[in-house]
């Protein structure tokens, strides 16, 4: 009897080849949708579930309210921290601080960049990073030792052992030698914590004994691993005991100056809940950026969407093809089928549909996979699909859908009375409601990843296009060293002499890592405020605008300052501030400007207040700017490449573009667009697919009344129109219900946005425009073909 069913089904499969293609993609394309959001899902939540003591390690975070009231959370510390709780509190087995660093490694007269990290020498006793060769025990117990990972052993050694070998690296602007005392296993990508190399971090931290102003330096990461069986709450609340009984006293000396709502606590953030953190404890510090667990529901409620679309197809072609089957059926009941028998055969067909269409799911996974990699920025493999928990859930997967698209239409085709279909007198009864809900289903969904599509582009267009404030096009930072930096006078001089080098100026900030200090003018004082360190030249460089006062004179004025707009409000200057006084770390400044606003930052924040400083010492900056001729790009390019070379001989030259650094502040913004418009796209297609199948079997079913139609006088436009009414009559109900939520959602949506478009009727009314053509263009073209036909075909049997 199965092989009867599969038979059987297999026949319809192959003689309905259009109609089964739609099925079978539209599954497919459900099902790897859902394939790729399961690769995407099992990699968040899998990261760091690799370390043996996962459960027991916890990182420090600080929570904080400033004197203004703001709430602040953060998880860098400093290097006292952890040092101080592992001295007081018993349960706290090993502490673990990480401090990311990019390195300078010589190879021969090469000198790369690499990631390296300093850590404590219990680095390996608290995580899970096999070392392949060397004792993980004693591997960083010197200043100079270094433990590699596999790919920077085999970059610099080959195959040959790496241990007792040494790598010259740059440390306080010289190489020194450090011994590889081990070779670690490269770390997964689903780690919070990778590197290249590790060493000792005494090479950065040497200070042994400490003061309690040194509980306020935040630079790094601390890690603790408690006890077995210790508990994380008891141990919280011993933390701000021992934290008040070192810091309580000049806790309360601030507070006296700067308020009560002043406060800071340290709690602990279990590391298996770093990536996915909700607490907005930034991972930072060259740790693997942590995600948002939204994201994955996001990309989840996508994929059913996508897959529901795909099932509503399913469900509508099946029903709109049994009336071709109905003599069949007919004729097996007659025959002595009971109903059960009739569903088990419906149900095989869709069982089978589904297996076929996961296969094709499984090869549309593998070539789309570099593509989702590429938009998810992961490196996900197809082969993490096959472990036995995911295949499980696949069986699974199969099994429930095979079931949801197949068991309505085999319970409605298996009741056919057998007298009206072999008369061919059947009709499916009512007005097909469920059929046409399903329909609306199937376009509320697509219309509204639609309309979030156009908003999103709207949104990163806007972004993208947003006056800054200042010009950021053919603008190149070009990154000095930190140490033994020869200062930049000598490269602006150098620069200078060709053509093609409209400018050059410096700062310290490079706009991608302003520093935040703390003023006091008027008497206020202004906390976190921005703070530039720049030339005399960066401000017509950039093309900012003055709003009062002048510019600096010279590169000796250092004792003056240039303020913005929103530093005027914040100081709560009333008058024209020039001559005001501006005071830094007891240095005092005068106001001789004020600098038009400009967005420093991503405009996800507000303009903050902000100061310009020009206190650089032999005008030693990190960040050089350079104007380039966008027509000599590629010569001017090469040119800062071998100035560069010719004047620091031992660095390498890093710079930047920055039209490309801002464009990265919204990385995020540009990967959920790609997402949704991917999604967007995917969804209406599959719609049309279903659109067009239904339409032409309803062509089909009405080819004798398009006959008698076109035969009383009917023209071909009457036809056309009539014919595709019913499909827009569900396109104006999809949007109806589709609008309503789409605005909604993509309100809150822009919410996260200070600056940000105005939502208006006209996105809904270009969503519903494209809706309705694309509607028209799938069920036109059927009835157009269906209106040109010659009546005299469809009439002659009757």
Known sequence: MLKNYFKTAWRNITRNKLFSAINITGLSIGLGCVMLIILYVQDEVSFDRFNDNGRRIYQIVHHGRGPEGDEQKGSITGAVHAAMFRQEIPEIQDICRVNSSSGLVKKGTEVISERGMYVDDSFFKVFTFPLVEGNSSTALAGPNNIVLAESLAKKYFGNANAVGKTLQINVDGKFEPFVVTGVAKQPPLNSTIRFDYVMNITRTFQKQEWKANDLFTTWLNSFILLRPGADRAAVEKKMERVFNSYAGKLMADIRKQYGNKIYIKYVLQPYLNIHLDKGNYYAGNGLTPNSKSDYSYILGGIALFILIIACINFVNLTLSRSLRRSKEIGIRKVSGSSRGMLIGQFMGESLLLTLLAFTLALALVSICLP?????????????????????????????????????????????????????????????????????????????????????????????????????????????????????TNIFKSELSKYPFIKGVTAQNTAFDGFTGRQFKANNKDLFSTQFFDVDNNFINLMQMKLVSGRNFSSTTDTVSCIVNESFVKAAGWKG???????????????????????????????????????????????????????????????????????????????????????????????????????????????????????????????????????????????????????????????????????????????????????????????AAAGSILIVLFTVGSQSIRASMANPVKSLRNE
């Open 371 to 487: 593509f989702f990699n590429e938009v998810a920025e992961k490196q996900l493999q197809l082969s993490y699909l096959f472990n036995p928990q995911t295949i499980l859930l696949f069986l699974g997967l199969i099994v429930l859908n095979a079931v949801l698209s197949g068991f309505y239409p085999a319970l409605v085709l298996s009741g056919f009375n057998p007298v009206e279909t072999l008369y061919g007198k059947f009709k499916i009864a009512g007005n097909n409601y469920l059929g046409k809900a399903l329909v609306v289903v199937q376009l509320s969904i697509a219309v509204l990843l639609a309309i979030g599509t156009i908003i999103m582009q709207k949104q990163f267009n806007y972004m993208l296009n947003k006056d800054l404030g200042y010009k950021p096009d053919n603008i190149v930072n070009v990154y000095m060293p930190f140490n033994n930096n020869p200062g």
């Open 576 to 766: 024209s501030p020039i001559g005001e006084t501006v005071t830094w770390n007891d240095k005092p400044r005068e106001v001789i400007g004020v600098i038009k606003d400009f967005h420093s930052a991503s405009l996800q924040s507000t303009i903050a207040p902000l100061l310009l400083d020009q206190g650089i010492k032999d005008n030693n900056y990190y960040v050089l700017v350079v104007k380039i001729d966008p027509a000599k790009k590629a010569e001017a390019i090469q040119t800062i490449q071998a100035t560069y070379k010719r004047i620091v001989p031992d660095q390498p030259c890093n710079y930047s573009f920055l039209t490309d650094m801002l464009a990265d502040q919204y990385k995020s913004e540009k990967r959920w667009k790609s997402i949704i418009s991917t999604a967007s796209f995917i969804s209406i297609l599959i719609s049309c697919m279903g659109l067009f199948g239904l339409a032409t079997l309803s062509i089909e079913q009405r080819v004798k009344e398009i006959g008698v139609r076109k035969v009383l006088g009917a023209s071909s436009a009457a036809i056309v129109r009539l014919l595709s009414l019913s499909y827009l009559k569900l396109v104006l109900i999809s949007l109806v219900i589709a609008s309503p939520a789409a605005w909604y959602l993509m309100h809150r949506w822009l919410q996260d946005f200070p600056y940000r478009i105005e939502m208006n009727g006209w996105t809904i009314a270009l």
